[in-house]
């Protein structure tokens, strides 16, 4: 790989110029590197990392469809190019994304296959095949088996053919046996979580929680001692509440997930609970890190959200992935959309 030189102020913490070279390796150093060539920009991130995505979902007229492999690497790449340079996929129709892998101008990907919930309890065209509570743990290894790196589980979702609320759907001993073994397979899961009682999930040993719109402050503090993360997608929230004609009950419950959300996401920070920026099917990295900063974090902590903080949590800590800019994002979240470089496992995309 090639050599990189690197001036500019290191993000998201750091306040002064420095100087670094980054080797073919991915080893960076303090010295120079013979046939390094240097990067544009005065402000520096090591990649950009979206913690929750679904490459392989997108938006049509009747509401969420599987993509095809081709449609969803063009996303992948489209992403790279902004300077996302870790994916975690957490779902796909049939475990779609087990099958792309990462290559040349693609984000490293870890993917969580297909999504674990029963019939009439998710969206029905990416639920290609239900799994009711009994083989929860014997679908969740068929996935790991099939090189999933993380287990996505739908914990609570509307019933579709009664028209009622959400509402959990699995026992917690069941999660907790589907824990227990996607943990033994070195896999980690994830949990599709919107209403009260997230606590639970987090005690039965999940690694992540995505979207948590029902945590309280008991639940984030266990989250703090047990090192579960959160993905709070604020910009899918957002877009659920734009949404026309939604029942009143549940615009309420969802108003009050954002108000909770707002209270407790400066909380989960302080007590070092890792908060990981994701867009979902919908937004953009930039405007989630801006949202995250509306919902009272420090913009450094924003924009860590999208950088160190799930790139230490996923096991992309040292890799050579680089994204400057010209102007300080933490100013302006907006400078997101616009580097000046992007290197992607030491290959400059652009």
């Known amino acids: 790989m090639k050599a990189w030189a690197v001036q500019g102020v290191a993000l998201p913490f750091g306040d002064e110029p420095a100087s670094w070279w980054i080797d073919g390796s991915g080893a960076v150093h303090d010295r120079p590197v013979a046939g390094a060539d240097l990067l544009p920009g005065g402000f520096v991130l090591p990649g950009l990392v979206d913690a929750h995505a679904h490459p392989a979902v997108g938006s049509g007229p009747a509401g969420l469809m599987p993509l095809t492999a081709s449609a969803a690497r063009a996303n992948l790449v489209a992403w790279a190019q902004a300077g996302i340079t870790l994916v975690r996929d957490v779902g796909s129709a049939g475990g779609l994304t087990l099958q792309l892998g990462s290559g040349p101008g693609m984000p490293a990907l870890q993917a969580a296959g297909r999504f674990l919930a029963p019939a009439g309890r998710y969206f029905p065209d990416l639920l290609d095949a239900p799994v009711e509570e009994a083989g929860l743990v014997d679908a969740a290894v068929a996935e790991i088996g099939r090189g999933a790196a993380w287990v996505k589980v739908i914990a609570d979702f509307p019933d579709l ?190």
């Open 161 to 350: 053919a009664a028209g009622t609320d959400a509402e959990a759907i699995y026992r917690i001993d069941a999660i907790a046996r589907l824990v227990a073994a996607a943990h033994q397979a070195g896999a980690r899961v994830a949990v599709h979580s919107t209403v009260p009682g997230a606590g639970q999930l987090v005690a039965a040993g999940v690694d992540s929680v995505e979207h948590g719109f029902g945590l309280d402050e008991h639940a984030v503090t266990d989250m703090a001692d047990r090192g579960t993360v959160w993905t709070p997608t604020v910009g899918a929230l957002g877009a659920m509440l734009d949404t026309p004609g939604m029942a009143p009950q549940r615009r309420q419950r969802f108003q009050e997930g954002r108000a909770r959300i707002a209270e407790l996401l400066p909380l989960a920070v302080r007590l070092g609970v890792p908060v990981l920026a994701g867009t979902d099917v919908t937004g953009s990295i930039p405007r989630e890190v801006a949202l995250l900063a509306q919902m009272g974090l420090q913009p450094k902590d924003a924009l860590a959200a999208a950088s160190t903080w799930p790139r230490r949590f996923l096991g992309a800590a040292k890799t050579a992935d680089i994204v400057t800019y010209h102007h300080d994002p933490r100013q302006d979240p907006d400078e997101l959309a616009r580097p000046a470089a992007v290197v992607a496992g030491g290959v400059r995309l652009r």
